[in-house]
RNA sequence: GCCGGUGUGAUGGAAUGGUAGACGUAGCGGAUUCAAAAUCCGCCGGGGGCAACUCCGUGUGGGUUCGAGUCCCACCACCGGCACCA
């Protein structure tokens, strides 16, 4: 018989969607065991390569978990909102609900063709007014307990997708997903307060099972640091107010930098205090029109304008300093004013020295400060021309002053973070609308909860607008309602939620994708959470695994869900290249499509080669060649069952290698190491080619070998007739023996002063004097030990011997 | 600049401080075949040697250890994240 995979697998596959096989209930007797894949956005190039590693992988996790007796929650759904869809359909004049309809139908197709058991009736769309009616109603309870707010502020715009991005999408100055370049605009858009978690997203990761770079990154993005506000005062009157990191520098503070778009500035522009005003307004008009790109700009020059016309006053020794504007500091961090301090700021010390500022040293310990900047905050520098403060470390003088200023009440100890709040809305057509009214009479009001969900009116045109309002403005029936609150005329919003507003809750649906009372029962949510392993891309770290973190605390905080976080492991693929270690792209010619693979070799040669790639966690490149060494492989397999000794019992000479890849496959599984699981399994048929392979030989191979290449696992299985107990995914993941997974007789090395000499064959586990013995009547050994007297002997049990002869 | 990671044959990659290169590709030789494909068997880091064998070898230089790819110190290269964040 001949292994024919194209009949084969669409076999399996069709047994297993008509009988259900994945389904899995809210209750069991079983440990739950909840694995995540995140779910892809449905673009219109189907299934990449790169989505079939992280599935392929958590299949196998999940595949099993079952073996091992969980009640595994293996779920997939489409994250379908977003802007590519929309593009399209403005392109080619096609409805975005059709052309997300079609497109998941593809994928639908596509993931049952590889294999994968996902409880297929639990499948969710976040443009599907069931469910996006959630996603509507979590927005209002964000605004209800004052998360959500509109503001006009200055946000990043993206040039191309005409429309307003978050901190998050910005990448090195250009939109994360066109690469458009990306300008400051002042718009009025809704914000979410996930700054309020920033703390919190912070401490709660130290009890998660997360990779560590993903915490490091996280951590990085939220940058947190401590210091502290001082108020200085002006000499027209003011308080102006900075953050620092080293309130210790203060006696050394020369002069003051306010970012332009400073509110005190534009109080004395206005107020006529300025003498040099025209001066002052064209420097911020220059900063205005600079891009992300140009602002951020490595080692740009310093520029700046000295105020003419008032004055910061030190409040520590009272002096007078100069007050400049400058673009190095960031409106929208700390408070956007900082008290310079030359000397042990590079960036400081950089714009004295083109200003002429004064540096005074306040830490010695460094070299010249009229040379370079001493910014060393360790044990090394000591406190000088600080009055109270000298002779004291930096970091013993930071809790002195600070004290010190809480006592007399110009300053206090202060905790900044990079993180900013959420710009939450779009200009764009194909995203969740929010649901808020603005009434004239009564401001921004929320549509009652059972109006939801609020539905995505239709439209003729999706075309985003160049004033940047969404297209949905020019739905005057739409746009225009009554007031929730004192039903009065009023207007919808017509901004849309981003891209990732559906998947920040998604994983919740799963537990009870139909429940329209809910966005999950109680019951169901106290069942699978939290998730118990997650595995995503590293692209997500500062998106959606953020957003849904701050999400899911929120929905803590009210009651909703009963874990403080939504995932309690995650790990992270790394991604597939193409053929020459390149990206792949259309325009190298180098994407690989799952479905000619499939076509070519099966699915189950595509899951295997997927998984033995190499190093999950790392980026590696396809190679065709490798493809057909693991489709060699399952031949070999398969032709190995057409010459299998009657035997249920083990081979002898095969015994202990069964027992110990029992263990490693099992081991690796968890550990996410595919590529050695299989490599052990490969081994394994080597020597059952060597040694002969009886049935029950064969049969421990197939159930091991099944969670990679269910389809040929299930035939064989079914084909031995070892289907009494139903398939080959529903049995146990075979036992294994401690003991049995060492032979009777082991090869040891043999080192003589550390450089090995030779190998010997003793029985299991034998002791030191036996081994030793059986060293030194190894004549290859005598050649290295004659004539000397033997020192010491080190013993690794069943490994190795060392011999320290002298 | 700060944080994290990675450096091993021709190649993808293996190695709880214990026989470096498992497993797979490619390559070479053989069997089978009219021939090829497929399949099966063998070889496959470098130098020296007919051989037995021997010396060298995990980015570079030191160190700890009976023993280091693995641990420590310094450096080099590359990759990823953050970055005028006060």
Redesign the pocket.
Known sequence: MKYDFAAIEPKWQKKWAEEKTFRCENHSEKPKFYALVEFPYPSGQGLHVGHTRPYTAMDVVARKRRMDGYNVLFPMGYDAFGLPTENYAIKNHIHPAKVTHDNIENFTKQLHMLGYSFDWDRVINTTDPAYYKWTQWIFLQLWKKGLAYKTTMPVNWCTSCKCVLA??E???GVCERCGAPVVRKEKSQWMLKITEYAQRLIDDLDDLDFI??VK??Q???I???T?AEVTFKATTGEDIV??????DTLFGATYM?L?PEHALVKGWLESGKLNNADAVKAYQAAAASKS?LE????N????GVCLDGVKGINPVNGKEIPIFI????????????????PAH????W??AKKFGCEIIEVVSGGEDVQKAAFTAKDETGILVNSDFLDGLTVKDAIPVITKWLEEKGIGEAKV???L?DWVFSRQRYWGEPIPMVYCEKCGWQPISEDQLPLLLPDVDSYEPTDDGESPISKMTDWVNTTCPHCGGPAKRETDTMPQWAGSSWYFLRYMDPHNSEALASKEALDYWSPVDWYNGG??H??LHLLYSRFWHKFLYDIGVVPTKEPYQKRTSH?MILGEG?EKMSKSRGNVVNPNDVVAQYGADTMRTYIM??????????W????V??????L??VW?LSENLTDSLEYTPANESAIHKTIKKVAD?IEAM?F??A??????L??DF??NGCSKGDYKTLLLMLSPFAPHMCEELWETLGFNAAGMACQQAWPAYDESKTVAAE????V?V???????ITVPVDSDEAAVVAAALADP?VQ??TEGKNLV?T?L?PN????L?AK
């Open positions: 901190n998050e910005v990448v090195e560590e770079r490091t990154q951590k990085n993005w940058g947190r640091s210091g900075v953050f620092t990191t080293r309130p930098v970012s992300d602002r951020t700009e490595l740009k020059e310093k520029t400058s673009d190095y500091v960031l409106a929208t961090y700390g408070t956007g004013a900082i008290m310079a301090v700021d590079d960036r400081d950089e714009f900044n973070y990079k900013r590293m692209e770290t500062t790394g270690g033995f790639i190499g190093d999950f966690e790392k980026a590696a490149s190679s065709d060649n490798a057909k060494g693991c489709k060699r492989f031949d070999r032709n690796d190491k590529n050695t299989i490599a052990a399994l490969m081994a048929v080597n080619y060597a082991v090869q040891m090395a080192q002063c550390g450089k090995l000499r030779s190998t290859k050649k290295f010491k080190i690794v490994k190795l011997v060392n320290i």
